[in-house]
């Protein structure tokens, strides 16, 4: 990934709700929801500070949950690429939302989306002792009536033939908006985090981004760790529950980026004493693609190492406990294929068999020279890796294949429709009436039908095409076409 597309994909998030995991789990039954922390300071006072939700009174009124987190980094997405706009709203549609989640458009995702704006502009936060307000450098002792958005519109309407149409804005809590803008948050990597399936997998995603910002390394007993998620620990009373609960999350997560590395290591270790499991997370640095400079012409891309003059076989194996002058004599004495390959290998059995590389660098410069055969269920598992990369490489070669022919015969249409010019002119009128480039992709895929008199009509390629451009895009189009033809009646139709 070059630097580009890094920047790209990082969301900027406010540092008060990384902090505390207000957000629950789709398992949790109750209507309201509190987060406790014990805070010693330097005088040895203990001062309680704490997060609750969904409680106005002694009424409870809702939670919010694990998708609502994925929702508040959704939105900042679309608020930081609107320019971080400050008592202003920013315009979306239901649509765009879902293609940021990366979910499938359908009835079902659309009334999941609605419903979760809705929580997030009407579930209750109160901080006690815990809202930090960056512009005074205070702690406040009392903030109620928090919610994550001061403002929601969806207003939702038919015109024209009876088609419905959607308009919808935001604006974020302004004491949310003004810390942002004070830079009182970090960054999160949003595609690294929406890649997660399970709950578990992301609650802990955050915590480690949070956590290992400024660390190398993570060694934190289970127990507490549930604790810092907001999960109720009397749920997992013992060692063999906690280490189930975070198993399939442990595996989503390894290997996965960070904002500021990449997960080299995480594992569940038991306790010397046996009375609990801990987990054990490393980082290493990202290796960084550099794109080209703008005017530059393209050349080979530059790898930025985390070790200055060394190759990434030489810093895996350091890494890993061999010694530098060691793994400079492995690395130019074997092929880099064996040395990937037991690397692999070792990586394997310090997760499934950890008694058998306690010795570590000793025992992969064993394997390396001696090019050990990998067990069984290791080789049957990379077998399934392979099998699972070549369909995945077919689909995608498909898929590159049907967008390249979709793409021929866009041309192609709007190279053989009626005034394409004009529809080129609508186009640039809808990038100043502000359209996003994910709705301007859909109406793209447009062409003009039929000009009559007093009438336009716009055809489309697919159903779905139509439906989003009539729903989520009409009134836009209608004002575009009006600009371009004048006071014209805007029709759609499916192309024959």
Request: hydrophobic content about 40%; glycine content about 6%.
């Amino acid at each position: 990934m070059t630097t580009d597309q890094h920047a790209r994909s990082v969301v900027r998030s406010e540092l008060n709700i990384e902090r505390f995991m207000f957000c629950v789990t789709s398992r949790y039954t109750k209507n309201s929801h509190r987060v406790e922390r014990a805070v010693v300071d330097a005088n040895g006072n203990v001062s309680l500070n704490a997060v609750t939700v969904g409680k106005i009174a002694d009424k409870e009124v809702g939670v919010l949950r694990i998708f609502d987190l994925k929702m508040i980094y959704a939105l900042l997405k679309l608020w930081q690429d609107a320019g971080r706009p400050i008592n202003a709203d920013v315009a979306f549609a239901v649509h765009e939302l879902a293609v940021l989640l990366g979910l499938s458009w359908s009835g079902k995702s659309s009334n999941l989306i609605k419903q979760s704006l809705q929580r997030l502009r009407f579930v209750p936060i109160e901080w006690e002792n815990s809202y930090y307000t960056k512009s005074s450098d205070t702690t406040e002792k009392l903030v109620s009536g928090f919610t994550v958005l001061s403002q929601l519109s969806m207003h939702h309407r038919a015109q024209g033939r009876g088609k419905p149409s959607t308009k919808c804005s935001f604006q974020f809590e302004p004491r949310l908006t003004r810390n942002l803008l004070e830079n009182y948050s970090k960054p999160l990597r949003l595609d690294e985090m929406l890649k997660l399936e399970s709950e578990i997998a992301l609650m802990l995603y955050t915590r480690l981004d949070l956590f290992l910002a400024n660390n190398l390394s993570l060694e934190k007993n289970l127990s507490k760790l549930i604790n810092d998620l907001g999960l109720d620990i009397n749920a997992y009373p013992t060692p063999s529950k906690r280490k189930q609960l975070f198993e399939r999350a442990v595996e989503e997560l390894e290997g996965c980026e960070l904002s500021t590395g990449v997960i080299s290591e995480i594992r569940l270790e038991q306790n010397a004493d046996k009375s609990d499991f801990k987990l054990i997370v490393k980082k290493r640095a990202r290796a960084l693609q550099l794109a080209p400079s703008p005017g530059m012409p393209p050349k080979a891309p530059e790898i930025v190492e985390a070790i200055p003059g060394s190759d990434g076989a030489l810093d895996a194996l350091i890494a890993r406990g061999v010694s530098p002058l060691v793994a400079r004599n492995l690395v130019e004495k074997f092929p880099p294929e064996r040395i990937e390959r037991q690397i692999a290998h070792f990586d394997w059995r310090t997760k499934n068999r950890s008694g058998e590389t306690k010795n570590g660098g000793g025992w992969l410069k064993n394997a390396i020279e001696g090019d050990y055969v990998p067990p069984d269920d290791m080789l049957k598992k990379e077998k399934a890796k392979v099998v699972a990369a070549d369909q995945l490489r077919i689909q995608e070669e498909e898929r590159r294949r049907s967008e390249a022919e979709l793409f021929e015969e866009m041309n192609a249409r709007q190279k053989a429709g009626i005034a394409p010019e004009k529809w080129e002119q609508c186009i640039a009128e809808l990038r100043t009436l502000g359209v996003s480039p994910i709705a301007l992709g859909t109406v793209q895929q447009l062409v003009i039908g039929e000009v009559g008199e007093g009438r336009v009509v716009l055809e489309a390629t697919s159903n779905l095409t139509l439906a989003l451009c009539r729903e989520d895009y009409g009134e836009a189009l209608r004002e575009a076409v009006r600009r371009v033809f004048g006071d014209v009646e805007l029709g759609l139709r499916l192309s024959a």
